[in-house]
């Protein structure tokens, strides 16, 4: 039956299947990745460094974000797994990427069926599941998020065990103890923790992302090959706006990405145990033009510089 709200109208329910339909709206896993990346980058959390790996927990492939943030209480992190819920705020100097709490769910789902997530703030311990496989296992209704949060200093429970139950039988960790190894992985005092696993796969069964050919890189595979630098109309992760174009390593290279993901890097990346080395993009420009403008709104008719920026690419040899 539906919940109510206090005045005894119907609340609005979410379907579990809008997790994979709202993970649709990334046609590039990268963007994808770029969704967390984000979450760590943003005011509020300010994480100074982020970690990006790929493991097997258990037989399983993991895909694993961890940061230094400010961890989350485990009220924040119920918003995060929730929809629409964000209390981000910027400064002049800072201002927040995402702004709509749609974010992670959508990038998180986009790359896997299942992400869990640790976050530890100083004062709590906090465990939320997101996991379309539970849902489906449950036949669930709604989107249902088990959260479990302890105490940071003596490692007890706050919450009800009928939680922690939920998240032992259908996470990759079977036991308290195992979920505790997890967060001993956040280094830091505070910070967060994702692993994201049954990856999504391509019709062969391949996964979608290369974790094989550069071990110190996440690639996209057969893109940037001699051979399929033309689409030959088959379904790729190329983006849609590069298929009849000479394609950037950016494009299929998660190092080459993270490299140039933002204007003003304030956070550093680490992408398979190696650094990434960012780049100030207007400063990589192949083609800069300038152009000189007079604003007719200013008495003093003074003349204002602007870079118009052209392009990402570097020039050809």
Request: hydrophobic share 35%; charged share 20%; with cysteine.
């Amino acid at each position: 039956m539906a919940r109510l709200s206090d005045n005894g109208i119907r609340l609005s329910a979410l379907s579990p299947t809008y997790l994979d339909t709202n993970s649709t709206s990334h046609t590039w896993p990268f963007s994808a990745v770029a969704e967390l990346v984000d979450n760590a980058c943003d005011p509020g959390v300010c994480a100074k460094q982020m970690w990006i790996d790929v493991t097997e927990i258990k037989n399983e492939l993991c895909l694993t974000f961890t940061d230094n943030g400010n961890g989350m209480t485990p009220i924040n992190l119920h918003k995060m797994l929730s929809f629409g819920f964000t209390s981000k705020t910027g400064t002049r100097k800072h201002l927040p990427i995402g702004m709509y709490g749609n974010g992670f769910k959508s990038g998180s789902m986009r790359l896997g069926k299942d992400a869990i997530v640790f976050t530890k703030n100083g004062g709590a311990l906090s465990v939320g599941l997101l996991s379309q496989s539970y849902l489906e296992k449950i036949k669930a209704q709604a989107v249902i998020v088990p959260i479990v949060p302890f105490n940071q200093q003596n490692n007890i429970l706050f919450m009800l065990e009928m939680f922690l139950a939920a998240i032992l039988q259908y996470s990759l960790f079977k036991t308290q103890e195992e979920l505790f190894e997890e967060f001993d992985t956040i280094t830091s005092k505070k910070g967060t923790r994702i692993i994201i696993w049954n990856i999504r796969r391509n019709k062969d069964g391949k996964p979608e992302l290369d974790f094989e050919t550069d071990p110190f890189d996440i690639r996209i595979p057969d893109i940037g090959s001699e051979e399929s630098s033309v689409n030959q109309g088959k379904k790729t992760s190329l983006r849609p706006e590069r298929l009849d174009q000479q394609i950037p390593e950016s494009d299929y290279s998660l190092r080459a990405y993270c490299s140039i993901l933002y204007l003003k890097p304030r956070m550093q990346i680490v992408l398979c145990k190696k650094k990434v080395k960012t780049q100030l993009i207007t400063k990589s420009l192949a083609h800069i033009e300038h152009d000189v403008y007079k604003p007719s709104f200013k008495l003093n008719h003074s003349a204002h510089r602007i870079w118009y920026l052209q392009r990402f690419l570097p020039p050809c040899n």
